[in-house]
């Protein structure tokens, strides 16, 4: 089966740099994805991982170890903005995703 | 604007009743996803169609019923409502052909069955 975990909720304080972590289990590996999702609104896409190593977009980067089933994304000069809950997930044997629970990511001034 | 609309947006529903969820969007992606969002729980997946005229079932199908007409619309029916089935509804689209899992979203129906 696939299984997906994420810290449930993590702080951080304005302009500081946070690492959200997702640890996943699947029977085959077609690349790991993260959404953001803002408190009452819909989720929207940020990243793709296929390969291994980081991919960096701006001021978001994402990092995946397939070996370990291991990925986390990085924000750097955080922004009271970057306060959302941040959705790791992958695609089962049928390519639809899997998702994990999300992080709820709350920022300090 | 290109996107997803979803309809209602809130609704307060007594438990038996049907209720029709609606869906459209206006980029002629291909594939088209509800899924379910709970408190605590990831998104779940009701339904998709990867092309007009066809459906699959996703995690949580029971209750639950779709069609694809066409391209743009993809409703999804609840026969007879249930107190389980609250929750927040989102609609979803994709292009197969630039990135199958880039998912776009509605912007959710709150629904509630008493």
């Known amino acids: 089966g696939q299984n997906i975990d994420q810290p449930t909720e993590m702080t951080a304080t304005e302009g500081a740099i946070v690492q959200i972590n997702c640890t996943y289990q699947?029977?085959?590996?077609?690349?790991l994805f993260w959404y953001q999702q803002h408190a009452g609104e819909a989720p929207t896409f940020l990243s793709y991982?296929?390969l291994d190593g980081l991919e960096e977009k701006g001021r978001f980067s994402s990092f995946l170890s397939r070996s370990k089933g291991y990925s986390y994304l990085l924000l750097k000069e955080l922004q009271m903005k970057d306060s959302a809950s941040y959705l790791c997930?992958?695609?089962?044997?049928?390519?639809?995703?899997?998702w994990g629970a999300g992080t709820k990511l709350i920022i300090k001034p | 604007i290109a996107g997803i609309t979803q309809a209602p947006t809130s609704q307060i529903l007594a438990a038996g009743r049907r209720m029709t969820l609606r869906c459209t969007q206006d980029?002629?992606?291909?594939?088209m996803y509800w899924y379910r969002q709970d408190l605590g729980l990831g998104l779940r997946l009701i339904h998709y169609?990867?092309?007009?005229?066809?459906?699959g079932k996703g995690e949580v199908p029971d209750g639950y019923s779709v069609s694809r007409a066409n391209t743009d619309d993809f409703p999804l029916t609840l026969a007879s409502a249930v107190p389980s089935q609250t929750s927040v509804y989102f609609c979803?689209?994709?292009?197969?052909?630039?990135?199958?899992?880039?998912?776009?979203f509605g912007a959710g129906s709150r629904l509630t069955v008493l």
């Open positions: 979803a689209s994709s292009d197969s052909n630039t990135g199958a899992n880039v998912l776009t």
């Open positions: 699947t029977s085959g590996f077609n690349g």
């Open positions: 980029m002629r992606h291909n594939a």
């Open positions: 997930a992958v695609p089962d044997s049928n390519y639809q995703l899997i």
């Open positions: 169609s990867n092309t007009a005229g066809t459906t």
């Open positions: 991982n296929v």
